[in-house]
């Protein structure tokens, strides 16, 4: 009776949190853009996400699996926990005696040792090791909740070791007991409610990396206040296990800026606590800085991370909607973009009959409808000098491989600086101007020099109609790399993967084979999904200085410090950024190129092309 | 009608150098016209301008005084010349392009029915006039098709004030009746933008130094350029990142974005990033070592060669065509 | 205060220019068109007036029916309502003609203060504020940078040449056209567009407000000027090269 009593208690102490909580999240606004089905992918995601564990182990394997460990010991240990009640209640069906319950009451008991070693080496990684992503401050709670595993498997496993007569058993059955009972009501109170939340949060993600939301109605701007915040948003703000992975590698937060990712959410989990989804009082100010939104690069690595599934880059650009859109945001660089978009073609603020000298000057051919390849050249490839000699440079390996390409007469900007900085109004003319010059030009399909322009024209401008395919030049001259020649002796060449190519689309091994067609290839440290941004994503290229330290440099220093010979760039902002930075390097700098520049330096002299 | 008339101005006491391109078109156009040309200065105390301009071939000078036309004001002199126009009733009105006749000129046709055809920089047989239209991307012919004046004014350097002809001229005096009521703004005492703070964004002429400087050191050779042609000094970034001269100069994405009417960037590359800063510039002058450098791609004037012969040489130079 | 901008919508700045098949303006098939560079600087310093003292701002525009994407953009900007002129051939007016016709809107409006830019991007006479202030009978200042409102009327800092600048004071009602550069310029924002929606653009038709009348100034024919616009290398030695240079900026660039 006392048993049921305290269950009850237990359980009223669970839900008078879990309750508001969820209260709070159903309340909030519902995602128009959401939808359950295709739910495969979803199902695919939670198995290998959840339960597989898989993005908890893979970016931080130690801690991971210790964490896996602990929670398989979760799941192995549900039967247990019922039968646990049961035999309470004088109804336990797991009979130790016999083969199932034998078998299963062993494979517990197995879990529950790496259970134990599992937290306790996280106690210790918290309490001892202290890794500064964890945050300064030390969580008693993360300590309480330790120390209660830890007595729930300690005082399982204990139970083997003592007889049923004796009456150590009744005390470990009451401890193992007011352990669970303690338990439960302490998960929605802290940051475990997460145990409860994110499986939900990893199957109900948006469905896309970095999926902005289309904005609803003639009232939505994006997140300003309370009221904005939609479920997702909400669930996914409950969600944080305040891990730090998002922190971790987050360029911004390691260069002394204000933006940290976690701080953004937990901000918003602050906002929701102590306001709820119904307040209008601004989302910034208060919980996060204003300007850190601002600060974001949208390289990515904090949503790929994130082991609870949040989202962090729609929230980022929401914030930023919400100060863009309604004109609250004052930047004067940030003016001087949106003004040269608002009546000009490029991000550059430059005339377009440079671009078109260039074209000229260059001999590009114009699309005319028939070629199989309009070559896009964007705003880095039409204006800049170094875009220029990359876009000449692809040109000539494009004759080379007898590719048919045409460039189109008119371009504007994809709008991808406008788009990250949450300018919808500009992102939708810029989209729809560009769309109607595809289609009136009967383009096909787009080869590019620049990442941010696959990723807008092929996702972005979706919302807006339908793009034709686009592919990066590395994808282009992966797929020739048999038709283009080798080099022989070439020198070691670093290569650093763009945010916009590498998390965001996951090419990662055509760039490399094309490097490999040049010299030795060498990664960075930081390679791969893990690849630390250059700096110039998020529209921040065109958003002037920046405070702390410059991230351009502190990837340029990483790069540098392979002691490769040459850094080898697939984004024509990553070279612009790193210009500079190697520069500084001083004479010994390894030289900076485009694949498409190591490419055609490998082509024969004598070419005509 | 009385032919054409030419309105001096007068900077520092004495005509203005724009003046006399005013009086040359005035000539030109007479040799078009085969009117007489006859000149006016406005003001309170005009004895020695009058005297000046008395000096050239123009049939008179007319003096235009009265003690509210001491400074400029667009009321005194739109009254002060609709007075003199309605008496003499010209064929031809000639005004050099200053900012002080765009105030009041357009004012002072419509009054008598007219519109000013402006910044004009040249004239032919008709007489039709040119003037630049979007931004310089064309030419335009305009036409005086309406009886009674026909008012211009002329483009700073499109005529030659050295063309004026010398002669002598009759001075007469025109007194206008002017209320003072019927001034209605007060300007004040002229004043230069604040000495503190380095404003580029309004700077009329810029001279850029980049990383072909090489030493902190070797600064002085262009800012003596830059004080020779009255200009100032800007710099790229890597300039102000090594503190050579203050980040205030920096031009470039990341700094300041200028439009004047005379860049010169001196040892200056030309990336994206400098390029976006200046791109708004009328006139931009580039000087490099390297053939290559992208900037000679954005600029109107260029020479190829070693900054520290080009640019004393071109201080020189700059020193004695202001003489 | 009530303050009424007059913009005007020109060719967008990057525009190809081609010459129509009679020689006699550009071809206008297939432009971009935008608000007039000092017209967007007006407008600004309007709405910051406005920020600042209360009151309403009017945009009024003459041209075709294109205009009315300007019109909006301006009320997107701030501007509480808009009178829209409808005429077909502004072309065929000239700086008096089109003044004509603002000052026949603008009369009635009765404001306190008359904004326009300094000049157009298109035929750039920069008179149609002046012309306009003479025939609303009101005192004018132009290359306005900066308005003050004041206990008798305004205080405003004008441009001079080579760098100098004067303050004028003068009462209100008055004109003023306002020089590039004065102030930074807002964008353009998603809300804005929303709000604009509901905003009243009254249009009225030109021949309503001031009949048709000749021309007094025409403008024959344009042309594309010969002079080339690629880059002028000067070589010889570097007293030679310094000395054609200055040459070239003196009398080819005229800006020294």
Redesign the interface.
């Known amino acids: 009776m006392l048993l049921v009593a305290l269950v009850v208690a237990s359980g009223a102490g669970f839900w008078s949190r879990f309750g508001v909580v969820l209260g709070k999240i159903l309340k909030s606004k519902k995602d128009a853009s959401f939808h359950l089905f295709p739910i495969g992918k979803r199902i695919w995601d939670f198995v290998w996400e959840v339960v597989l564990q898989a993005k908890v182990i893979r970016q931080r394997p130690l801690p991971g699996l210790a964490h896996a460990a602990v929670f398989w010991g979760f799941c192995a240990f549900v039967l247990v926990t019922l039968n646990h009640f049961a035999v309470g209640l004088g109804l336990g069906f797991l009979d130790p005696e016999g083969s199932f319950g034998r078998f299963y009451f062993y494979l517990a008991a197995a879990f529950a040792l790496a259970c134990a070693t599992g937290i306790l080496g996280l106690f210790v990684r918290r309490f001892l090791i202290r890794p500064k992503w964890l945050g300064e401050k030390l969580s008693y709670q993360s300590g309480i909740i330790a120390f209660l595993i830890f007595l729930l498997m300690a005082t399982y496993l204990a139970s083997f070791f003592v007889a049923d007569a004796n009456p150590a058993t009744r005390v470990l059955w009451w401890v193992h007991t007011l352990a669970l009972l303690t338990f439960l009501p302490i998960i929605p109170h802290t940051k475990h409610l997460h145990l409860v939340l994110s499986p939900a949060t990893v199957f109900l993600s948006r469905g896309g990396f970095s999926q902005i939301p289309a ?1 609803v109605g ?1 009232e939505d ?1 994006g997140l300003i206040a309370g009221t904005d915040l939609t479920q997702l948003v909400s669930l996914q703000a409950y969600s944080c296990v305040e891990c730090g992975r998002c922190t971790e590698h987050c360029p911004a937060a390691n260069t002394g800026k204000l933006l940290n990712p976690k701080e953004i959410i937990l901000g918003l989990r602050g906002y929701l606590n102590d306001l709820g989804p119904a307040a209008s009082e601004p989302l910034l100010g208060m919980y996060n800085a204003e300007e850190a939104p601002f600060q974001c690069t949208t390289c990515g690595a904090c949503e790929f991370q994130c082991p609870v599934g949040i989202e962090h880059l729609p929230i980022l650009v929401g914030l930023r909607r919400g100060a ?4 609250a945001w004052e930047n ?5 973009l ?2 040269a978009l ?4 490029n991000s ?6 440079d671009r078109d ?1 260039f074209i000229e000057k260059a001999g590009l051919p114009l699309f005319d409808g028939t070629q199989e390849y309009c070559l896009w050249l964007g705003c ?1 490839g039409g ?5 220029r000699e990359i876009v000449a440079d692809l040109a000539r390996v494009m004759n080379y491989l007898g590719a048919s390409y045409g460039v189109l007469r008119k371009e504007k900007c994809t709008g991808d600086p406008v788009r990250r900085l949450g ?4 992102f939708q003319q810029l989209a729809e101007e560009n769309l109607k010059t595809l289609a009136e030009n009967k383009v096909k399909r787009i080869v590019t020099i620049c990442p941010h322009c696959v990723r807008t024209i092929q996702e972005d401008w979706k919302d807006y109609g339908t793009p034709p395919p686009v592919e990066h030049h590395s994808e282009f001259l992966a797929r020739f790399a048999d038709k283009l020649p080798k080099q022989r002796d070439g020198e070691t060449i670093v290569f650093h993967d763009p945010c916009y190519l590498g998390r965001y689309r996951n090419v990662y091994d055509e760039p490399r084979s094309v490097v490999a067609l040049a010299g030795e290839l060498v990664e960075a440290p930081r390679n791969h999904e893990r690849s630390f941004c250059c700096g110039a994503g998020g529209g921040l ?2 958003l ?2 920046e405070t702390g330290e410059r991230v351009s440099h502190v990837r340029a220093a990483e790069l540098v410090a392979t002691g490769a010979k040459t850094v080898g760039t697939a984004c024509p902002f990553c070279n ?1 950024m790193f ?2 930075a190697l ?1 500084e390097s001083g004479d010994g700098a390894p030289q900076l190129m485009d694949i498409a520049q190591l490419t055609a330096r490998g082509l024969p002299e004598n070419d005509p092309s | 009608m009385s032919g054409i008339w030419v309105v001096l101005e007068e900077r520092d006491g004495r005509v203005s150098r724009i003046s006399w391109e005013a009086v040359a078109a005035g000539q030109k156009l007479a040799a078009l016209t085969g009117l007489a040309v006859n000149a006016a200065v406005v003001g309170a105390q005009t004895e020695r301008l009058a005297a000046e301009v008395a000096t050239k071939a123009v049939s008179k000078v007319v003096r235009v005084e009265h003690s509210l036309l001491a400074g400029y004001t667009a009321d005194g002199f739109t009254l002060a010349l609709q007075q003199l126009f309605e008496s003499e009733n010209p064929a031809q009105v000639v005004f050099p392009h200053t900012y002080q006749v765009r105030d009041y000129a357009p004012a002072l046709a419509a009054r008598l029915g007219q519109t000013l055809i402006g910044d004009v920089t040249a004239m032919d047989e008709g007489p039709v006039f040119t003037r630049q239209l979007m931004q310089g991307k064309l030419n335009g012919t305009y036409r005086h098709t309406g009886g009674g004046t026909c008012f211009v004014s002329v483009q700073a350097g499109a005529f030659r004030a050295d063309a004026v002809e010398a002669g002598t001229a009759e001075i007469t005096i025109f007194s206008p009746t002017i209320e003072a009521a019927q001034i209605r703004t007060r300007p004040s005492e002229r004043f230069r933008g604040s000495a503190q703070t380095v404003d580029l964004g309004s700077a009329q002429m810029i001279v850029s130094v980049g990383r072909g400087i090489k030493d902190a050191d070797k600064l002085p050779i262009v800012q003596e350029l830059a004080t020779a042609l009255g200009a100032e000094l800007g710099a790229s970034r890597p300039i102000c990142d090594n503190g050579w001269l203050p980040m205030e100069r920096q031009i470039g994405s990341s700094g300041q974005t200028v439009s004047p009417k005379l860049y010169l960037a001196v040892g200056i590359s030309g990336a994206i990033q400098h390029l976006v800063g200046m791109k708004g510039s009328q006139c931009v002058v580039a000087i490099n070592k390297d053939p290559g450098a992208p900037i000679f791609e954005a600029a109107d004037y260029g020479i190829v060669g070693d900054l520290f012969e080009v640019v004393p040489a071109l201080t020189e130079a700059v020193k004695t065509a202001k003489q | 205060m009530k303050i009424i901008v007059a913009i005007k919508q020109v060719p967008e700045r990057d525009a190809q220019v081609r010459i129509e098949a009679a020689g006699k303006w550009i071809e206008e098939a297939g432009l971009q068109w935008a608000l007039n560079e000092s017209d967007a600087y007006a407008l600004e310093e309007a709405l910051q007036l406005k920020e600042k003292h209360g009151g309403e701002v009017v945009v009024v525009s003459a041209g075709p029916e294109r205009v009315g994407s300007t019109i909006r953009e301006s009320l997107a900007k701030g501007a509480d309502r808009a009178i829209h002129i409808d005429s077909a051939d502004l072309g065929n007016r000239d700086a008096l003609g089109v003044a004509r016709l603002l000052a026949a809107a603008v009369k009635p409006e009765n404001p306190d203060l008359v904004l326009t830019g300094l000049q157009s991007d298109d035929l750039g006479l920069g008179q149609t504020g002046v012309i306009l202030a003479e025939l609303l009978g009101l005192p004018h200042a132009s290359l306005i940078l900066h308005v003050e409102k004041t206990e008798s009327g305004l205080t405003v800092k004008r441009e001079l040449e080579e760098g100098w600048f004067q303050t004028v004071e003068l009462p209100t009602p008055a004109v003023l056209t306002i020089q590039s550069g004065g102030n930074k310029l807002r964008y353009a924002t998603l809300m804005g567009i929303k709000k604009a929606k509901t905003k009243e653009v009254r249009v009225v038709a030109a021949s309503e407000l001031a009949p048709d009348s000749a021309p007094v100034v025409v403008l024959e024919r344009v042309a594309i000027p010969t002079k080339q616009k690629s880059t002028q290398m000067l070589g010889g030695s570097a007293k030679e090269a310094a000395a054609a240079l200055v040459e070239k900026l003196k009398f080819e660039a005229r800006v020294l």
Do not use: Q, W
Request: net charge negative; charged share 25%; aromatic share 12%.
């Open positions: 904005l003639d701007f863009v859109n309604t004109g004067d660089y940030g003016a001087k949106f003004l608002e009546h000009g073609s550059l603020g430059l005339p377009a009959s000298k880095m204006y800049d000098p170094k875009g300018n919808d109004l500009l290229a065109f002037g200085e612009s210009r500079d520069a």
